[in-house]
Structures are given as structure tokens and as C-alpha cells.
């Protein structure tokens, strides 16, 4: 039985949570699992699994603002997150001598690594996307990537190969050596259920402070004067148990993996952020009718925004030009992602092909 440390970034929920299934399989196969984390991605996954020992282990603040100067700002910020990485790296060393551990998994953290346990490194973002003027910064962005990622054992990326069936586009093309890029599928927590398709709207508000609660602001006026039922989950685990109304709407401070695997299943449209971890979860349960809303600055899900567009994908729209009676019924005019492999069988290909080499 082998001991693993997981640790995801705190940037949103999607770190967290796609590495339930990981950590799943972990468990399953009669491994011990200690998550360190902090923050709502800690939160999520002690509330998942109760009996796995969870470690606070701080990391970097996420580089946005309530304007659209993300690129301005990253680049401001960089000496403060390589101070993160560096504090990250004494934190973890602290850690190592405390406990044993055969395998490190990081989920986006750029510090979480040891020189003598072999250590994974997480990420669909093998190449960034940077506004076009910024093109000799994003050509350099992913050479400095390359050097990072080195540190690291493997790279495993949730995403299907580079080809028509990748949900990532570009973001996910190594720039370096493609034998340490472990092409891993969609990896979700969130699974496919046969219920009755009776709810019309789930409305996920989710991200980083300050745009969480911006869009919060935005689409609870709106979503009150929608027909049907509509259900808006908040995505703020650390306050779970709140639940209100405006008009029909049903908000909720929080729901569990299975209250909000069973609500997507369920809806009939889904109105979200495009960050991946939540077109992952799309793809999984193969839903069609969504709308797209990016976080304002982030350059990663105007991208992934534009990229479903251009395909006929799905509907996307910039957060201050959202107009929820003018928007929807637009959705239906896209055809949804293809037919990709499903978690399930990714996981356990995974665990086969990577996990098992450093646990078994």
C-alpha cells in the first residue's frame, strides 16, 4: 500500500474537482491518500472524502481583477508568484519531513515537487494564450513552460490528443518533449445518470474573486424572469447549507458532488463559466444546449470561448454584453462537443498506464 499527496490549486473549484476521480481509483486500488490544499478546493475535497488525512497548505493568489487588464496585471504579479512558488517549495519540504510519502501528484502547483519522490504535474495548459500583441510574450510563455514542467516526473494532461477530438485547442499542444505529455481524456467528477431531464436551467456561477461574484450580480436579476424552473448553485462551498429564492429561481450557496452531478444531469440548458474543468464535465454527460459565459480577462477561457464557437459547439457570450432573453435562444442553433471517451475508462487507463509504475 502506497502513500500519495494531492494538491490542487486554488483557483476555482476545477483543480479540485477533477482530481475526485483521481483520487477515487487511488483509494479503490488500497492506497492512502492526504490532500493539501487550502481554500474552496480544500473545502471540496474534505467534504468528498471525509477519511483522508487534509493538510492547509497555502499557495499563490490568483492574478485577477474586476477589469479586463489580466495580461497587465499577471505581469506585475510574476515577482509575487515566483515568491508563492518559492514559499511553496519550503512549505512542502516541511511537509516531506513530517510525513512519508511514495508519489506527489500537484494539480497546477509549480512548487509541489520533491527531487527524490516522483512527482506528477497536472495541467491542460501546456501553452498559454495571450492577446495577439502579446504573441512574442506567449511564444516565450511556453518555452518557460517547458523548463517548469521539467521538474516534474510526467505530465498528465486531461484532454484527448491534439486532433479534432481535443477540447483544449491549442492550450493543450506541447511545445517540448511529447513522451513525458501523458494524454489522459476528460477527467471529471461528475458522472452520467438516468433521471428525468426536468429542470430547464442550471445557472453555475463559479470562478475566482472578484468575477464570481460580478456575474452572481449579473445573472440573478436576469435568471428571476426566466420561464421554467432554474436552479443557480453559487459555487461557495466554505458557507454550504444556504439556500434562497428570487422568483423561481432556487439559489444554493453549495451543492455536493452528487447534488450537482444529479442537478446537470437533470437540466436541460446549463449556463456557466468556459473554464475546462466545466466543458469536461459537458462533455461527460453529453449535453448540448449551454451557454458560455468567459471570465472577463482570463485569457484561457476567452480562448477556449472563441474555440467552441468557431467550431459550432456551443453559444458563448462576453460577460457585460449578456442578455439571458436574447442569448438562449441562440443555444440551440450549436451541435455540442463529439462523442469523446468518457472518465471512467480514462482514469483506469490512467492508472494502468502512469499511477501503477510508482505504486505498484
Not at 517549495?89 to 494539480?107: C, G, K, P, T
Not at 432573453?325 to 475508462?345: H, M, N, Q, R
Amino acid at each position: 500500500m502506497a502513500h500519495v499527496l494531492v494538491s490542487p490549486l486554488n483557483w476555482g473549484l476545477g483543480h479540485a474537482t477533477r482530481d475526485i476521480p483521481i483520487i477515487r481509483t487511488l483509494l479503490a486500488h488500497g492506497h492512502d491518500v492526504t490532500i493539501a490544499g487550502c481554500g474552496n478546493a480544500r473545502s471540496v475535497l474534505e467534504q468528498e472524502f471525509p477519511t483522508c488525512t487534509c493538510r492547509d497548505f497555502p499557495d499563490y493568489s490568483v492574478p485577477l481583477s474586476a477589469n479586463n487588464f489580466f495580461l497587465a496585471r499577471f505581469v506585475a504579479s510574476s515577482p509575487l508568484l515566483l515568491k508563492g512558488i518559492a514559499e511553496e517549495r519550503r512549505n512542502l519540504a516541511v511537509m516531506l519531513e513530517d510525513d512519508q510519502y511514495d508519489l506527489i501528484i500537484s494539480d497546477n502547483r509549480l512548487g509541489v515537487y520533491s527531487d527524490k519522490i516522483p512527482s506528477l504535474f497536472i495541467t491542460h495548459q501546456l501553452h498559454y494564450h495571450l492577446p495577439l500583441i502579446a504573441w512574442p510574450l506567449e511564444l516565450a510563455s511556453a518555452r518557460l513552460n517547458g523548463y517548469l514542467h521539467e521538474k516534474f516526473d510526467r505530465i498528465i494532461v486531461p484532454d484527448n490528443p491534439p486532433g479534432p477530438l481535443s477540447l483544449a485547442g491549442k492550450l493543450s499542444r506541447t511545445e517540448t518533449d511529447l513522451t513525458r505529455s501523458y494524454y489522459a481524456g476528460i477527467l471529471t467528477s461528475t458522472r452520467k445518470r438516468e433521471v428525468p431531464r426536468d429542470l430547464d436551467y442550471l445557472i453555475l456561477i463559479s470562478g475566482p474573486e472578484p468575477q464570481r461574484t460580478e456575474l452572481e450580480k449579473i445573472l440573478i436579476p436576469e435568471a428571476a424572469n426566466l420561464p421554467g424552473s432554474v436552479v443557480i448553485l453559487l459555487g461557495s462551498p466554505e458557507v454550504a447549507g444556504n439556500t434562497g429564492h428570487s422568483g423561481r429561481c432556487c439559489i444554493q450557496s453549495y451543492a455536493s458532488t452528487e447534488e450537482k452531478e444529479i442537478l446537470m444531469n437533470r437540466a436541460k440548458c446549463i449556463i456557466c463559466r468556459s473554464g475546462y474543468t466545466t466543458m469536461m464535465e459537458l462533455a461527460e454527460l453529453k449535453k448540448r444546449d449551454a451557454l458560455l459565459i468567459p471570465t472577463p480577462g482570463q485569457p484561457e477561457q476567452e480562448y477556449l470561448a472563441g474555440y467552441y464557437e468557431r467550431n459550432g459547439w456551443f453559444h458563448a457570450q462576453d460577460q457585460h454584453r449578456l442578455d439571458l432573453a436574447k442569448d438562449l435562444p441562440i443555444v440551440g442553433e450549436y451541435k455540442g462537443f463529439p462523442e469523446v471517451p468518457v472518465t471512467e475508462e480514462n482514469v483506469r487507463r490512467l492508472y494502468d498506464d502512469v499511477l501503477a509504475g510508482y505504486l505498484e
